[in-house]
């Protein structure tokens, strides 16, 4: 079975720029999450998605967005690029939306650096 | 929010040497969860712990659950550099989210 699969891996942009990355959930997970990793902060929660709904969000700023496709697919979005929002991003997948707690299945991250 | 504190931030020894790293919280969780993340690729879980006092062994880690629901510790017996990698323990935050603690970079020297 395929693992979680990000693209791209890398991403280098300038300040000011959107961006946008991709993740592919292991096949029969309809639960897709994204982190930011940095290392001042650890892992801080973005958003979840099921079943195309987005079920939770943390606290970042409205410049963070994503959506999930019918194939359960995630993309993030983040508009108008500050040098803080370099950071590995992480997308994760679980089986359902339920189950408080339930493990995530990470996939390897995206680096996005801003310059 | 829950807030899971780890410790120690940085911890590197010799091959053969025995670690532990902690794990802890003011709140109370349901659940624990231990993660490693090697460099260059997403954390991979090791365990879940569920019970109070609840011990749970992975061929040389051992994992252990507080009486209280309320911290973990994580001990690695005769480390090896295999083990070397950035430690995550991370529960439930409510709403169904997992929040994690800033984990604890192990280096394991040959």
């Known amino acids: 079975k395929a693992g979680v699969t990000q693209t791209p891996r890398y991403l280098i942009k300038t300040r000011g720029q959107q961006v946008t990355l991709s993740c592919s959930p292991i096949?029969?997970?309809?639960?897709v999450s994204w982190y930011q990793q940095t290392p001042g902060q650890g892992l801080q929660f973005l958003f979840e998605?099921?079943?195309?709904?987005?079920?939770n969000k943390g606290n970042f700023p409205g410049r963070f967005s994503g959506r999930q496709f019918s194939n359960s697919r995630s993309e993030m979005n983040v508009s108008t690029l500050e040098l803080g929002d370099s950071a590995l991003y992480l997308c994760?997948?679980?089986?359902?939306?339920?189950?408080?707690?339930?493990?995530?299945?990470f996939g390897n991250g995206t680096r996005l650096t801003v310059t | 929010t829950q807030l899971l504190e780890q410790s120690p931030q940085f911890l590197s020894i010799q091959e053969g040497e025995n670690l532990t790293v902690y794990c802890n919280s003011s709140?109370?969780?349901?659940?624990l969860q231990w993660y490693r993340q090697e460099p260059g690729e997403g954390p991979v879980l090791l365990v879940t712990?569920?019970?109070?006092?609840e011990v749970k062994k992975l061929k040389r880690l051992t994992f252990q659950f507080g009486d209280a629901r309320k911290d973990s510790s994580l001990h690695i017996t005769a480390a090896q550099p295999g083990d070397t990698g950035l430690y995550l323990c991370?529960?439930?935050?409510?709403?169904?989210?997992?929040?994690f603690g800033k984990g604890t970079k192990l280096t394991v020297n040959p």
């Open positions: 712990v569920v019970t109070g006092g």
């Open positions: 709140s109370v969780f349901s659940s």
């Open positions: 991370a529960g439930p935050g409510g709403s169904e989210k997992l929040v």
């Open positions: 998605y099921f079943s195309e709904t987005q079920r």
């Open positions: 994760a997948s679980r089986p359902i939306y339920s189950g408080q707690g339930s493990p995530l299945h």
């Open positions: 096949s029969g997970h309809r639960s």
